[in-house]
């Protein structure tokens, strides 16, 4: 049974920090490629970073230099360094793999950041 369950997240003030973790089993977790999305209420969940298993990321313009994707394939994990964060960065955040057809959801973690 693959599962992915996520820690992390909360509450913090403008210009703070947080990180997200994503711990997997039931795969075979560093032949997957991983990213963290959001979602805020009332929008489309958009992708904020990507990793493939060989090392290529890509990271929405919005969090670009602020936050950080990586992996722990040791431990079948997954992290999202957020640094520098904004109101507008309040969203439910998603971890997800993905290899061909075979994808995978985090339950979901709420950020909120305060002005």
């Known amino acids: 049974q693959v599962q992915l369950v996520q820690s992390g997240g909360g509450l913090v003030q403008a210009g703070g920090s947080l990180r997200l973790s994503c711990a997997t089993s039931g795969i075979t977790f560093s032949i997957y490629d991983i990213g963290w999305y959001r979602q805020a209420p009332g929008k489309q969940r958009e992708l904020v970073a990507g990793l493939t298993r060989s090392g290529s990321t890509n990271y929405a313009d919005s969090v670009k230099g602020r936050f950080t994707i990586s992996r722990d394939n040791a431990k079948n994990t997954l992290y999202l360094q957020m640094n520098s964060l904004k109101p507008e960065d309040t969203a439910v955040y998603y971890c997800?793999?993905?290899?061909?057809?075979?994808?995978?959801w985090g339950q979901g973690t709420q950020v909120t950041v305060s002005s």
């Open positions: 997800n793999v993905a290899l061909n057809n075979r994808i995978f």
